[in-house]
T-cell receptor
Framework: NAGVMQNPRHLVRRRGQEARLRCSPMKGHSHVYWYRQLPEEGLKFMVYLQKENIIDESGMPKERFSAEFPKEGPSILRIQQVVRGDSAAYFC??????????????FGQGTRLTVV | QKEVEQDPGPLSVPEGAIVSLNCTYSNSAFQYFMWYRQYSRKGPELLMYTYSSGNKEDGRFTAQVDKSSKYISLFIRDSQPSDSATYLCAMSRGGSQGNLIFGKGTKLSVKP
């Protein structure tokens, strides 16, 4: 059973470009969470998705950031017009379908975004 | 007051020592408590998962939750150099608010 798969592992973008980060959850998991980890900071929640639904986006910046989890394919975190402050490690986590255990989240290896 | 407080350390112990890691929290709605281990430049790895109060043991690891004091702990017995990592506590309200709130992490170094 493969773990949570994220790609790319490293991404370099120039200021103003778009960044697309992909996450394939573990088999049997239908809950996906995105987190951001800034240097010397803890993990900060960004968005919680189920297939074709955004459940909680209270941690997403109001502009330039969007996320989706389509019926088919991976979840995508999209950052438009990147700025240097977006440089961070972005982690995706997935959890099982059963509601009572949907907080047992397993993380991918992360995508390290560098904006130059 | 932050929702979850965790001493960042660093914490350095000799091999074989018992390690105690702790977090406090302010939100009484948290029901699910987790400990993650994160090696440098890697993703967090789930170590322990606990619902509500009580103890849970898994090998050399023991997790304790005291909801009355809003305090959780992770104990590592017979610590090994391979345990050197950052340990993150995390908690959640569950359900549609299933996102995790993390502590900043405690950096642990186990010296041989």
């Amino acid at each position: 059973n493969a773990g949570v798969m994220q790609n790319p592992r490293h991404l370099v973008r120039r200021r103003g470009q778009e960044a697309r980060l992909r996450c394939s959850p573990m088999k049997g998991h239908s809950h996906v969470y995105w987190y951001r980890q800034l240097p010397e900071e803890g993990l900060k929640f960004m968005v919680y998705l189920q297939k074709e639904n955004i459940i909680d986006e209270s941690g997403m910046p109001k502009e330039r950031f969007s996320a989706e989890f389509p019926k088919e394919g991976p979840s995508i975190l999209r950052i438009q017009q990147v700025v240097r402050g977006d440089s961070a490690a972005y982690f995706c986590a997935s959890s099982p379908t059963r509601t009572e255990t949907n907080t047992e989240a397993f993380f991918g290896q992360g995508t390290r975004l560098t904006v130059v | 007051q932050k929702e979850v407080e965790q001493d960042p350390g660093p914490l350095s112990v000799p091999e074989g020592a018992i390690v105690s890691l702790n977090c406090t929290y302010s939100n009484s709605a948290f029901q699910y408590f987790m400990w993650y281990r994160q090696y440098s430049r890697k993703g967090p790895e789930l170590l322990m998962y606990t619902y509500s109060s009580g103890n849970k043991e898994d090998g050399r690891f023991t997790a304790q939750v005291d909801k009355s004091s809003k305090y959780i702990s992770l104990f590592i017995r017979d610590s090994q150099p391979s345990d050197s990592a950052t340990y993150l506590c995390a908690m959640s309200r569950g359900g549609s608010q299933g996102n995790l709130i993390f502590g900043k992490g405690t950096k642990l170094s186990v010296k041989p």
